[in-house]
């Protein structure tokens, strides 16, 4: 299994099977009654967020996809996002900030052309400062949700030993 650290933390889990019997029992725990976790089963796609009345504007959702492998096996990868509109909304912020720096830039060139005190040019470095600090809110966001995020991660491992699928030998 690997774990890597991004924007959206993602996880790979080598399977022993070919991954439906996993989402199978993805699906069947989320059809009782006091499940932990609301969310659909498609083919080789699924998805889990916590239940309505539980949710927070940072609640993470947990994206699951079965991946074929070149050697022939399947892999189940998981991809934790925030809401849609919260990531829309952190994706808008940086095109923003990021034409505004590059205008100022521009701005700023314009201003050297014609003598004038290139003003302009301060625009990139304060719209780079906004970006740091809009990423660093949501590694914040992050740590804020990392107990729905384990949890949601645990639900899917308990999934996988009931399915039968798991690696022998894979420690999660």
Not at 15 to 31: C, F, I, N
Request: proline letters at 6%; a negative charge; aromatic letters at 10%.
């Amino acid at each position: 299994m690997t774990e890597r650290l991004t924007m959206r933390p993602v996880f790979t889990i080598p399977l022993q099977g070919d991954g439906t019997a996993v989402l199978q029992k993805v699906h069947e725990r989320l059809g009782r009654e006091q499940a932990p976790f609301v969310g659909q089963v498609l083919k080789r796609h699924a998805f889990l967020q916590l239940p309505r009345h539980e949710r927070s504007l940072l609640s993470p959702y947990l994206n699951l996809q079965l991946r074929d492998r070149d050697d022939g096996s399947v892999c189940l990868d998981g991809r934790f996002t925030p809401h849609p509109a919260v990531w829309t909304g952190f994706m808008a912020i940086y095109g923003v900030l990021a034409m505004v720096g590059l205008a100022g830039l521009v701005l700023g060139w314009a201003q050297t052309t014609v003598d004038e005190y290139p003003w302009g040019f301060w625009a990139a470095p304060v719209c780079l400062v906004l970006i740091a600090f809009v990423y660093g809110a949501s590694v914040i966001g992050q740590g804020l949700t990392a107990d729905e995020m384990h949890a949601q991660r645990r639900f899917v491992e308990r999934s996988l030993h009931e399915a039968g699928e798991v690696v022998p030998g894979c420690d999660f």
